[in-house]
Antibody, heavy 118, light 107 residues
Framework: QVQLQESGPGLVKPSETLSLSCTVS????????WSWIRQPPGKGLEWIGY???????NYNPSLKSRVTISLDTSRNQFSLKLSSVTAADTAVYYC????????????WGQGTLVTVSS | DIQMTQSPSSLSASVGDRVTITCRAS??????LAWFQQKPGKAPKSLIY???RLQSGVPSKFSGSGSGTDFTLTISSLQPEDFATYYC?????????FGPGTKVDIK
């Protein structure tokens, strides 16, 4: 059973860079698409972007200028960096392997709350 | 981007009720649609993929239908564990987008 676990600081100052990692266990990261999704408190879900096992990426245009997703196959991890954060970036951040046209099964981390505040 | 809308935004229902939630895409997405259930403090859990296929382990009281732009999720007989927020999500094209959610609570 594939499991995902987010890790990283729960508090980030405005204008700084949010950095999170996702460790994948029970399966190899060297296949499939690996995504980040976020959910502001009390609000809906927003897809941030994905990284493919080959290293290719695709980002939500609404965040593209501030987002970097990277892969570390040796550690079976992928990471998110979101720069120049504001209070609007306060959210629960999930890492996930989402359903795609070729993958019917999805897996999600439990989510981690990141608060942007001075 | 493909915009997803859901109706209603919330509903109150009783145990045993049949519940239907509608999701509409701003352009055709074939059957590349998933439905999720989310309970407070938990990650979303997929119920349906490819518009009508039941995810492994999900009870058959959940069903999905539709293609193109209009989709529905039906819960045939609502149980206490089904009170939650439900989201649709299109995976036809990037960026993936979610509907705003439908909150189902107890009448």
């Amino acid at each position: 059973q594939v499991q995902l676990q987010e890790s990283g600081p729960g508090l980030v100052k405005p204008s700084e860079t949010l950095s999170l990692s996702c460790t994948v266990s029970g399966g190899s990261i060297s296949s499939n698409y690996w995504s980040w999704i976020r959910q502001p408190p009390g609000k809906g879900l927003e897809w941030i972007g994905y990284i493919y096992y080959s290293g290719g990426t695709n980002y939500n245009p609404s965040l593209k200028s501030r987002v970097t997703i990277s892969l570390d196959t040796s550690r079976n991890q992928f990471s998110l960096k979101l720069s120049s954060v504001t209070a609007a970036d306060t959210a629960v951040y999930y890492c996930a392997r989402l359903i795609t046209g070729t993958t019917a099964r999805d897996y999600w981390g439990q989510g981690t709350l990141v608060t942007v505040s001075s | 981007d493909i915009q997803m809308t859901q109706s209603p935004s919330s509903l109150s229902a009783s145990v045993g009720d049949r519940v239907t939630i509608t999701c509409r895409a701003s352009q055709g997405i074939s059957n590349y649609l998933a439905w999720f259930q989310q309970k407070p403090g938990k990650a979303p859990k997929s119920l349906i993929y490819a518009a009508s296929r039941l995810q492994s382990g999900v009870p058959s009281k959940f069903s999905g239908s539709g293609s193109g732009t209009d989709f529905t999720l039906t819960i045939s007989s609502l149980q206490p564990e089904d009170f939650a927020t439900y989201y649709c999500q299109q995976y036809n094209s990037y960026p993936f987008t979610f509907g705003p959610g439908t909150k189902v609570d107890i009448k």
